[in-house]
């Protein structure tokens, strides 16, 4: 018998040592089994064994010794098990060996200071494990090496030992300790098609030379430190179609000449200090499919022709300093399923034709200085999930078509200048989880479908001019976590029904005309953090009872500027997690109570403006040890 192979044959159990009585085997292939417990060292008896294939078991245990036997051994595949302990020495005598793989296991220690021994070593893949140290002098060596995948370990120090690998085809060392200068030398490295060094502690320069990589396919060098400008030369790479140097220290423009890299599909440069102008160049690369530079310092405006990206799906351009309109010409992208580009200075109206982009999913556009009207053919891209247009220039009305969004999960108008009534038609869109259109000059009153959002996580009405009653409807929202309609002009009591919201963490109705009592009914809210009841004309007392309900209130309770009378209830000391009191300009008496030293997180107090009396309690700031503001004038 030369040859066993077994692969993808559903076989259990432990491994018989007694395979190792078969002198004649050459080829043992269990490869995709379900076996596990130990390798047996017995193995290393198969004098003529070339290939041993042990890949996508369940073995455990260490690698055996008694490989290192195995002088006929070309193929050791042990990836994808969980074996543990070195990677033992004696494998260096196997010097036949080409191809070591022992990737995705639990390996520890450092590699063998002889595995230079393994002079005809082609192939090594020991990614996934947790293996660390220097690559030992030795390794240098391995000169014929043409895979090299050491990614998802703990290795350090210099890689100048790549610089006589000139023979490389795929480079993968991402997620190490690896330090200092990328080596020009791999410019040399002409028949690499996959170099990945990203999440390392390289520094200085990326190197002119990779320019000269011709059949390069893939170049990932983010999540690094280094911080010269962009070669030009990678213009020439021209197989290249993956490109990502995001997550460094860059500086300097983006090379035109990237605009040559026709078969590039994804090109990513966030996060640098990127500087200057987009370069029209990149509307050439008719191919991508994802592209991000957020988060530089870019300027100027987007290229025109920009929707010659007609494979474009992903696009990330947030955080920079971009100007002028947004060019109409992106409607053509209609692959397109997201775009950020929030966070710039962009100016004009929002172009029309976004509509065509049936296969958009989230258009953020906040932070801009975008003005005019939002076009209503805006509402026909309908596989919409997330709309930010908050903090803009938006004026007019908010269309009923927006019920034509039946997917929207997230919708963000807020810091505008909208107006008019809230459409009926919101409550068309039941599956909003957080819809935002505070800071705008809405008016009326909240449309009664508003109870239609049965998913509505999120409120947030605040400083429009919505008025009349606080609706009901709204307090049928029982997924509520967040609630705000702070600066309008509500008026009547609080309404009981707010019990419903038990999942209510925030709540903010101040800034309104509230009056009456504070509802019995808030103490139900157990999951509170942060209350805001002020600048109302709320009366009575501050209900002990319902404070004592309120203990794991983390944030605030503001009641201030109420007409609030009686004491201060002893209840208070129970909210031994809040952060800041404010029950100022109302009408208490009494005294401070002495409970109040049970507040140990509290860091601001104000009790100024009203009608209390005594000294305050001995000992009582002491305890309040991290108070660090307060007012009882």
Request: glycine share 10%; aromatic share 6%.
């Amino acid at each position: 018998v030369t040859s066993i192979q077994l692969l993808e044959t559903g076989l259990r159990g432990t491994l018989t040592p007694f395979l190792g009585n078969i002198s004649t085997l050459q080829v043992l292939d269990l490869t995709s089994n379900r076996f596990a417990g130990a390798v047996p060292p017995q193995l290393g008896r198969l004098g003529e064994l070339e290939q041993l294939f042990l890949y996508d078991n369940s073995f455990t245990g260490g690698i055996p010794a008694e490989f290192g036997d195995l002088g006929s051994l070309q193929i050791l595949d042990l990836g994808n098990n969980t074996l543990h302990g070195a990677i033992p020495g004696r494998l260096c005598g196997c010097s036949a060996m080409w191809a070591f793989v022992a990737g995705n296991n639990n390996l520890t220690g450092a590699l063998p200071d002889c595995i230079g021994d393994l002079s005809n070593l082609k192939i090594l893949v020991i990614f996934h494990n947790d293996l660390d140290g220097e690559l030992p002098p030795s390794f240098a060596k391995l000169t014929l090496m043409e895979r090299l995948e050491l990614g998802e370990n703990q290795f350090s120090g210099s890689i100048g030992w790549l610089a006589n690998f000139t023979n490389l085809k795929i480079l993968d060392t991402p997620d190490n300790r690896f330090s200092g200068a990328i080596p020009p030398e791999l410019g040399r490295c002409k028949n690499l098609t996959m170099l990945n060094m990203y999440s390392n502690r390289f520094t200085g320069a990326i190197p002119s030379e990779l320019g000269e990589l011709t059949n390069l396919e893939e170049l990932r060098l983010f999540d690094n430190a280094l911080s010269s400008e962009i070669p030009r030369s990678l213009g020439r790479c021209a197989s290249l179609q993956l490109l990502q140097l995001s997550m460094n220290q860059l500086i300097g423009p983006i090379p035109t000449e990237l605009g040559d890299l026709r078969s590039l599909r994804d090109l990513r440069l966030q996060i640098n200090r990127l500087t200057g102008r987009v370069p029209a160049s990149l509307t050439n690369l008719v191919n991508l499919t994802y592209l991000t530079f957020s988060s530089n310092s870019l300027s100027g405006p987007l290229p025109e022709n920009i929707g010659s990206l007609r494979n474009l799906q992903q696009l990330f351009i947030h955080n920079n300093s971009l100007s002028g309109p947004i060019p109409a010409s992106i409607a053509n992208c209609t692959l397109l399923s997201n775009a950020s580009m929030g966070f710039n200075e962009f100016s004009g109206q929002l172009p029309s034709g976004l509509g065509r982009l049936q296969n958009l999913m989230y258009l953020t556009i906040h932070k801009n200085k975008l003005s005019g009207g939002i076009p209503e053919d805006l509402f026909d891209s309908s596989s919409l999930l997330t709309l930010s247009l908050a903090y803009n220039n938006f004026t007019g009305g908010l269309s009923p078509r927006i019920a034509r969004l039946g997917e929207l999960r997230r919708l963000q108008l807020q810091g505008n200048g909208l107006l008019g009534a809230i459409p009926e038609e919101i409550g068309n869109l039941t599956k909003l989880i957080s819809l935002d259109l505070g800071r705008n000059s809405f008016s009326g009153r909240v449309p009664a479908s508003i109870s239609n959002a049965t998913s509505l996580q999120k409120l947030d009405l605040l400083q429009n001019r919505l008025g009349g009653a606080l609706p009901d409807e709204i307090f049928e929202l029982r997924n509520l976590t967040y609630l705000s309609v702070a600066s309008n002009r509500f008026v009547g009591p609080i309404p009981g029904a707010v019990s419903n919201l038990r999942s209510l963490s925030y709540l903010d109705l101040s800034g309104n005309a509230l009056n009456g009592t504070v509802p019995a009914a808030l103490g139900r809210l157990d999951q509170l953090l942060a209350l805001d009841l002020s600048h109302n004309r709320l009366a009575g007392d501050i209900p002990g009872e319902l404070i004592a309900k309120m203990s794991t209130m983390q944030m605030y309770l503001n009641l201030s500027n109420n007409m609030f009378t009686g004491p201060i209830p002893l209840e208070i000391g129970g909210l031994t997690m809040v952060q800041a009191i404010d029950l100022s300009n109302n009408r208490l008496s009494g005294g401070v109570p002495a409970t109040l030293a049970g507040c140990k997180n509290l860091y601001s107090l104000d009790l100024s403006a009203n009608n209390l009396t005594g000294a305050l309690p001995a000992g009582l700031f002491p305890q309040l040890d991290v108070l660090t503001s307060l007012n009882i004038s």
